[in-house]
């Protein structure tokens, strides 16, 4: 099947500061990959889409100028959790498709201290 | 938007026994039905899925069969193994060109086999 990777998978960072998620296709291009969030022992939580080449569209709750997206190549979307709180404290994953499925991102795991 | 329920939150099995998840969705415009098994830490597996053009759909020991008029599909895994223990989602989906990929998820369901 495809591969989509993230990194890094782990991440701590102070609160306050912000932390970039990379997600890549790496064998095939996406126009259009989605981000989740999962809490503990929760479902995904489908947070924004990201679409190449244009602003991504969030979700009904998701604060865009928090959650920054941005997809600037076929194969890449980077998500920007600015100003991280305790909160924020997560696991994030992507996911982009072809051939009719979905392939996810191994997920970040975000801790905020 | 779509709103996916999905029954029970937890389901306590014997090792050989069948096993049964149920999801309800709400948007009769989905047409795309995936499970996924989640281990802890890890990245959803599709492990099955279903097109609303098909009733029903086999897989070794896991089948899944939709119900377009009622808008339920549900999970059956036969014969269970102590490795089939995880967390298994339903997800719902309309694969139009805006959407396709945009998945919105059940609640979950923890799964323990017991040997």
């Known amino acids: 099947g495809a591969v989509v990777s993230q990194h890094p998978s782990r991440v701590i960072c102070k609160s306050g500061t912000s932390v970039k998620i990379e997600c890549r296709s790496l064998?095939?291009?996406?126009?259009?990959m989605f981000w989740y969030r999962q809490f503990p022992k929760q479902s995904l939580m489908l947070m924004a889409t990201?679409?190449?080449?244009?602003?991504?569209?969030?979700e009904q709750g998701v604060e865009k100028d928090k959650f920054l997206i941005n997809h600037a190549s076929l194969t890449l979307s980077t998500l920007t959790v600015t100003s991280a709180h305790p909160e924020d404290s997560s696991f994030y994953i992507c996911?982009?498709?072809?051939?009719?499925?979905?392939?996810f991102g191994q997920g970040t795991r975000l801790t905020v201290v | 938007g779509e709103n996916v329920e999905q029954h029970p939150s937890t389901l306590s099995v014997q090792e050989g026994d069948s096993a049964v998840i149920k999801c309800t969705y709400s948007d009769s415009a989905s047409n795309y039905f995936p499970w996924y098994k989640q281990e802890l830490g890890k990245r959803p597996q599709l492990i099955i899925d279903i097109r609303s053009n098909v009733g029903e759909k086999k897989d070794q020991r896991i089948a899944v069969t939709l119900n377009k008029t009622a808008k339920h599909f549900s999970l059956h895994i036969t014969e269970t193994q102590p490795e089939d223990s995880a967390v298994y989602f339903c997800?719902?989906?309309?694969?139009?060109?805006?959407?396709?990929?945009?998945?919105?998820f059940g609640a979950g369901t923890q799964v323990v086999v017991t040997p």
């Open positions: 997800a719902a989906s309309k694969e139009t060109t805006d959407s396709w990929g945009k998945l919105q």
């Open positions: 990201s679409n190449e080449g244009s602003k991504a569209t969030y």
């Open positions: 064998d095939f291009q996406a126009t259009t």
């Open positions: 996911s982009a498709s072809i051939f009719r499925e979905a392939f």
